[in-house]
């Protein structure tokens, strides 16, 4: 393969609008160049959301790489130095919407799979691509839905890369073996709205929640693991009123959030906030949303593949991390034992004037590569 494989199909996914759920023709392009490299490949359509599942080969291990080719949308058009979608070359990067999260990832493992096997056609193992539109949107239609369908027909995963970006200051430094779930709450507690004036005839429910509060905010959830940071509670949203300054709310709205890790599960974080909710007697209803929950790929065989890979095309020692936000590897780690997240520079992510180095895509490449080789050829 040319140098430029890679830098040229980031390019071509770039110029396509593909702002989240609409895929605009990106996993067409990759269907074409997957199915000369002898994948079969499987488009699995969900309420609007387009997804692909490519696999090459029938035997085991199954490695697959993990991806969206949706984005989020560009915010104001005239703060980007270029039009986000016209990928262009400027100072050593690639400017362009998707740069770095996530089609330089995209296009780097599709080359990488392409060279592997042109290399080796008869590679024990199988290839596989899992491809969502629906990444940076509510994610119920995207890489949920192939997983459940996987699942349905007994494919059973055995490694899977998942090409977020990663890096923090230079390609390689960091890979995520897990990430934190995320456990929402609204709460509504119910007072009796009066007059300022006369505050026996009310019931300020801020009052009424501002010990509870404080018991939430001091409360010790976990204190981690190995792998995690302890769980933290954040509020997020806190309001009451009516605007008037001389009338006691009748009720108080707040929405918070846990970031939780294994040490700690969504039953037992339920669990003790109501029991502190219930110490303070107040009277409320409190809605839950379990937007994900957390997973965790302990030290093996892909990370360690992952890692010597690194240390052999970039020189850099890579440390395994779950910080972060969620990410679609919490639905692939309920059908694959082993799931790592690695990509390019974070750095620019979601931000005007999205860029990815232009230099680390060879080498990103490489390291997909090599990965792969070795997760099929380890004794």
């Not at 929402?184 to 505050?199: C, R």
């Not at 003790?272 to 929950?293: K, M, P, Q, S």
């Amino acid at each position: 393969m040319d140098v430029s494989a890679v830098l040229s199909l980031v390019k071509d996914l770039v110029s396509r609008s593909s702002v989240t759920p609409d895929d605009k023709g990106c996993q067409a392009v990759l269907i074409e160049r997957l199915t000369r490299a002898g994948f079969k490949c499987e488009t699995i359509e969900s309420g609007g959301v387009t997804n692909l599942w490519a696999r090459r080969g029938t035997t085991a291990p199954l490695a697959v790489f993990a991806g969206h080719t949706d984005v989020v949308p560009t915010g104001p058009l005239e703060k980007w130095t270029n039009d986000p979608f016209t990928p262009t070359e400027r100072d050593g990067y690639l400017y362009g919407r998707g740069t770095a999260d996530m089609k330089s990832s995209i296009a780097a493992f599709v080359v990488a799979a392409e060279e592997l096997v042109a290399a080796h056609p008869d590679i024990p193992g199988s290839i596989g691509l899992l491809i969502t539109s629906d990444e940076e949107g509510p994610a119920t239609d995207g890489t949920v839905v192939v997983c459940n369908a996987l699942k349905s027909r007994g494919e059973q995963l055995d490694y899977c890369i998942v090409g977020e970006p990663t890096s923090s200051t230079t390609l390689g430094d960091t890979c995520k073996n897990g990430r934190r779930g995320s456990l929402s709450g609204t709460l509504v507690v119910k007072g009796i709205q009066g007059h300022v004036a006369y505050p026996h005839l009310g019931r300020n429910p801020l009052h009424q929640l501002a010990p509870a509060l404080t018991a939430l905010t001091t409360t010790e959830w976990d204190t981690g693991n190995e792998y995690f940071p302890p769980t933290t509670f954040q509020v997020s949203n806190l309001h009451a009123g009516t605007g008037a300054t001389n009338v006691i709310p009748g009720e108080a709205e707040m929405r918070f959030n846990f970031r939780f890790s294994t040490a700690s599960t969504p039953e037992s974080l339920k669990s003790r906030v109501h029991a502190i909710l219930d110490a303070h007697n107040l009277e409320y209803t409190l809605d839950w949303n379990l937007g994900g929950e957390p997973f965790l790929t302990p030290r093996g065989n892909l990370s360690q593949a992952l890692v010597d890979a690194i240390a052999a095309e970039t020189g850099v020692t890579a440390e395994l991390s779950t910080t972060g936000g969620t990410s679609d590897g919490r639905f692939i780690a309920k059908i694959c034992p082993q799931v790592i997240e690695f990509g390019p520079g974070n750095a620019t992510i979601h931000q005007i004037d999205e860029r990815v180095e232009i230099a680390s895509l060879e080498p990103l490449k490489n390291i997909y590569r090599r990965t792969l080789h070795t997760l099929f050829t380890a004794s």
